[in-house]
C-alpha cells in the first residue's frame, strides 16, 4: 500500500479489487479472492493482512435482510444540542453510542448538530426509545422523529 491522501494514495489496484471483492462477498476465501484477481494466495493473504491491520478492513460482518426477519421500523432522529462544549458533547456521545437502538450516529452540518438512526421492531419500542432513553439525555435542545415509510436502496459497501 502507498501513503498519502486519497484513496489512489493509499490503495494500489489490486487492493481496491480485494476490497470490492469482499464488500460484494465476505465470505470469500483467500483462494477465491487470488482466482479472481489472477494472483497467487500468498500475496492476497498478506495485502489482506495489511488491510485489516492498517483498519482500511473494520471487521467483518453479515449483512441483515431486515424484510425476512419480521417488521421493523427505522426513525431518523435530528438531534439539535443547547450547550457545544467538550464536556457536555463527550458525554452526549457517550450516552448514544451506548443505545442499541442507535444504528448510526453523525455529527452533521446545517439546522441540526447530530442525526441518529435508530431500529426497533414497533412504535411502542420508539416511543419507550425516545422518552426514557433519548428524553433523559442532557444537553438537548430538540429532537426532531421522522420515519422510514420504504427503503428505496440500502448499500453498506463503499463504492472504491
Do not use: W
Amino acid at each position: 500500500m502507498k501513503t498519502g491522501q486519497g484513496i489512489s494514495a493509499v490503495l494500489d489496484t489490486v487492493d481496491v479489487q480485494i476490497l470490492n471483492h469482499l464488500q460484494q462477498d465476505g465470505k470469500l476465501s483467500v483462494r477465491e479472492l487470488a482466482k479472481k484477481i489472477g494472483l497467487s494466495t500468498t500475496p492476497i493473504h498478506e495485502r489482506l493482512r495489511r488491510l485489516e491491520s492498517s483498519g482500511i478492513i473494520d471487521h467483518y460482518a453479515a449483512v441483515l435482510n431486515t424484510n425476512h426477519l419480521g417488521q421493523f421500523i427505522i426513525f431518523f432522529v435530528y438531534i439539535t444540542l443547547k450547550e457545544h462544549g467538550t464536556h457536555q458533547g463527550g458525554l452526549f456521545i457517550e450516552r448514544i453510542r451506548s443505545f442499541p437502538e442507535v444504528v448510526e450516529f453523525h455529527v452533521i452540518g446545517g439546522e441540526h448538530d447530530m442525526m441518529i438512526k435508530v431500529i426497533v421492531p414497533d412504535m411502542a419500542s420508539y416511543r419507550k426509545f425516545f422518552v426514557e432513553k433519548l428524553g433523559e439525555v442532557p444537553n438537548v435542545a430538540r429532537l426532531q422523529s421522522v420515519i422510514v415509510l420504504d427503503t428505496l436502496k440500502r448499500e453498506s459497501r463503499i463504492p472504491l
